[in-house]
């Protein structure tokens, strides 16, 4: 299994244009996140799903829009980046209802100038 | 509101010795609490996990103490190597599959 594979590891955007973050696990898991990290800051969930066209906001989802078509597959799109949005991006996805042990990706590094 | 926060920002241990990683949350409906540890350039792993109706969990060279009196919770390495250097992240569950993180404890094992 690859787990949680993210692209692309890095992008830099100007303010104004939009991109997609893809986020694809293997893992067969229901439960999909999307997390930003600031610089010595922990992580704030952006959105979550609990399984294929299911999804719902966390606590910064403000600029963000996701969707959830396949088990697989959990894209995150930025339609009007911001200067705000600079941070790295980690998808993770979560094993059973049962289990708190969530699978994160290797993270996408964004800047927005 | 929902929050979890970090006793201390850094600690540093002498290898060998014991670690204790502190962490005070604010939510007393949170039904699980998660530790991750997370290593330069990469994304948090997993570490162990506690339901809120236990107090002690153990792992290996871990264990995780939840304090739900006082809403605080802890991480204790044994033996702390060099590879154990890391930033440690406490997580909460309120139940509906939404975690919140804490700021992040950052671990330097001297040699």
């Known amino acids: 299994n690859a787990g949680v594979t993210q692209t692309p590891k890095f992008r830099i955007l100007k303010i104004g244009q939009s991109m997609t973050l893809q986020c694809t696990q293997d893992m067969n898991h229901n439960y999909m996140y999307w997390y930003r990290q600031d610089p010595g800051m922990g992580l704030k969930l952006i959105y979550y799903?609990?399984?294929?066209?299911?999804?719902d906001k966390g606590e910064v989802p403000n600029g963000y829009n996701v969707s959830r078509s396949t088990t697989e597959d959990f894209p995150l799109r930025l339609e009007l980046a911001a200067p705000s949005q600079t941070s790295v991006y980690f998808c993770a996805s979560l094993r059973t209802a049962d289990s708190y042990e969530q699978y994160f990706g290797p993270g996408t590094r964004l800047t927005v100038t | 509101g929902e929050s979890v926060g970090l006793h201390l920002p850094t600690l540093s241990v002498q290898e060998g010795d014991n670690s204790i990683i502190n962490c005070a949350y604010s939510n007393s409906a949170s039904d699980y609490f998660i530790w991750y540890k997370q290593e330069s350039g990469k994304g948090p792993q997993f570490i162990i996990d506690?339901?809120?109706?236990?107090d002690k969990r153990q792992g290996q060279r871990v264990t995780v103490l939840l304090n739900k009196t006082v809403k605080h919770l802890s991480l204790q390495i044994a033996a702390t190597q060099p590879g154990d250097s890391a930033v440690y992240f406490c997580a909460e569950n309120t139940g509906g599959f939404k975690t919140i993180f804490g700021a992040g404890t950052r671990l330097f094992v001297k040699a």
């Open positions: 506690i339901r809120s109706n236990m």
């Open positions: 799903s609990v399984g294929a066209g299911i999804t």
